[in-house]
């Protein structure tokens, strides 16, 4: 990979997730693949004061404190020449790492998820920040979010592209339409084929040639072959297709950044989610 370092940087967040045991994450995969032990830095997560008046958006506090302190981070990663590797924690983090790399270049993203997480405190039904992120690093919703690192949005919308996406609250999507953000569901993807579809997504990325962050969420796969997640959803890509994606993008783009989210433990069937995500790294590592 041009013999670009890379920065594995963990943050055990869960306030932005409705089920606990994300947290649990990084203790997991070092458990199961002890050879991250020494590797992973970890961004502590430090409960601050909360407003539960708010039910609109759950811990923001905590959330805002946490995901600014990682996009100093991350920030600092890209500066050094080295590509960042951020671990969950719940995919409320991906509002930091964003933040952090974009301060330093000017980047689309691919934001491979089950989830559109292009909710706000207007549109969500479940007030839990990990479905915002997205929305939050274009500038849509609350100023603590859409504010973080730095003021104002992140990214353009033509720059962002939305892929295997198989749930979306009903004003999520009407936001994500109205922005104008091309999102390729599962259900598109399964019916024109996947490589059809990846590189398409690449081709719209690739349009303005910006660096791109991949930020990749566990329950983008099928929860019949991932299952440590907390927000299972139907169908979805494959494993192999998670991993072809990264092939795929770092073969045709320059990545800035990945975010690697949502593994949860405590609904692992076997050891294939952490087994999963050591796969992934080992591919990125390999470019
Ligand atoms: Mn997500």
């Known amino acids: 990979m041009e013999g670009r370092k890379i920065d594995l940087i963990g943050v ?19 458990e ?45 990663s890209v500066r050094e020449g080295k590509l960042p590797i951020i671990m969950g924690g719940d995919h409320a983090i991906a509002l930091g790492s964003i933040a952090g790399v974009s301060k ?31 929305a939050a690093s274009l500038g849509y919703g609350t100023d603590k979010l859409t504010n973080c690192h730095y003021e104002g949005s992140k990214l353009e919308v033509e720059n962002v592209v939305l892929f295997g996406i198989r749930s979306l609250d009903e004003d999520e999507e009407k936001l994500i339409n109205e922005a104008g953000v091309r999102c390729y569901k599962y259900s598109e993807i399964a019916e024109r084929g996947f490589e059809v579809c990846i590189a398409e997504a690449s081709e719209i990325l690739a349009k303005n040639n910006l660096d791109i962050h991949i930020s990749f969420d566990l329950d983008s796969v099928d929860p019949l072959e991932v299952t440590g997640v907390s927000t299972p959803v139907k169908d979805g890509i494959s494993r192999e297709e998670g991993k072809e994606i990264f092939r795929y993008m770092f073969r045709n783009h320059n990545i800035s950044s990945v975010d690697i989210v949502e593994y949860n433990p405590l609904y692992e069937e076997r050891k294939e989610t952490a087994e999963y995500v050591d796969e992934l790294i080992k591919r990125i590592e390999a470019q």
């Open 32 to 76: 199961i693949c002890p050879e991250y032990e020494k590797r992973i830095e970890i961004v502590e997560v430090e409960p601050q004061k909360e407003d539960f008046g708010n039910k609109k958006l759950k811990f923001l506090n905590t959330i805002s404190k946490t995901c600014n302190e990682l996009a100093v981070r991350t920030e600092r």
């Open 12 to 30: 055990p967040l869960h306030y932005g997730a409705s089920r606990c045991g994300i947290e649990y994450g990084i203790e997991s995969l070092v």
């Open 104 to 134: 330093e270049k000017k980047i689309g993203v691919l934001w491979v998820d089950a989830h559109g997480d292009f909710n706000t405190e207007d549109t969500t039904e479940s007030g839990h920040i990990h479905g915002m992120p997205l």
